[in-house]
T-cell receptor, first 110, second 113 residues
């Protein structure tokens, strides 16, 4: 089976940096994705790591360590609009089957 | 227009009724999925389809069925709805390859009384 763990809630101030961790267990790991979801909205894709290391996309970066079954999403220069839920998802197998964590609610305060 | 369209967006129904949620996409993707979201539980995979001839059960398929009518259409049915199927349902698509990206519809909020 698959299991993913991430913190349920994180609070940070505007302009700060926050890291959201994700640990996973899966039988056929191909990669780790991150999604953002605002209240009432659809999840939107942020990043994907198939190999170890850091991927940077603007203010967001994502890291993967396959040997540790661990990844994180790093958000820099936090803005109020970054307040949302963030989900990690493992890509299980070559088919593009994804299993999601339970999500981390990020609260950005002024 | 949205690339992945779900109908209805909101539905209230009664226990025992048959419900169908429909999904259509214009992205030309072969792979389509149905997920269910409950507060605090993230998204859980119900069914997924590689193409019109390929249907697979996900984590929580009991009580649900699907139909892939065409490459662009994937429907989810609840044959006899029950209150614990009250949730937000998302359809998603993905293309072939290794981008790791799912494209989601806007969601269908279902309430079973």
């Amino acid at each position: 089976g698959q299991s993913l763990e991430q913190p349920s809630e994180v609070t940070a101030v505007e302009g700060a940096i926050v890291q959201i961790n994700c640990t996973y267990q899966t039988s056929g790991f191909y990669g780790l994705s991150w999604y953002q979801q605002h209240d009432g909205g659809a999840p939107t894709f942020l990043s994907y790591n198939a190999l170890d290391g850091l991927e940077e996309t603007g203010r967001f970066s994502s890291f993967l360590s396959r040997s540790d079954s661990y990844g994180y999403l790093l958000l820099q220069e936090l803005q109020m609009k970054d307040s949302a839920s963030y989900f990690c998802a493992v890509r299980d197998g070559d088919f593009n089957k994804f299993y999601f964590g339970s999500g981390t609610k990020l609260n950005v305060k002024p | 227009d949205a690339d992945v369209t779900q109908t209805p967006r909101n539905r209230i129904t009664k226990t025992g009724k048959r419900i169908m949620l429909e999904c259509s996409q214009t992205k030309g993707h072969d792979r389509m999925y149905w997920y269910r979201q409950d507060p605090g539980l993230g998204l859980r995979l119900i069914y997924y389809s590689f193409d019109v001839k390929d249907i697979n059960k996900g984590e929580i398929s009991d009580g649900y069925s699907v139909s892939r009518q065409a490459q662009a259409k994937f429907s989810l049915s609840l044959e006899s709805a029950i209150p614990n199927q009250t949730a937000l349902y998302f359809c998603a698509t993905s293309g072939y390859g290794t981008t790791g990206e799912l494209f989601f519809g806007e969601g269908s909020r279902l309430t079973v009384l």
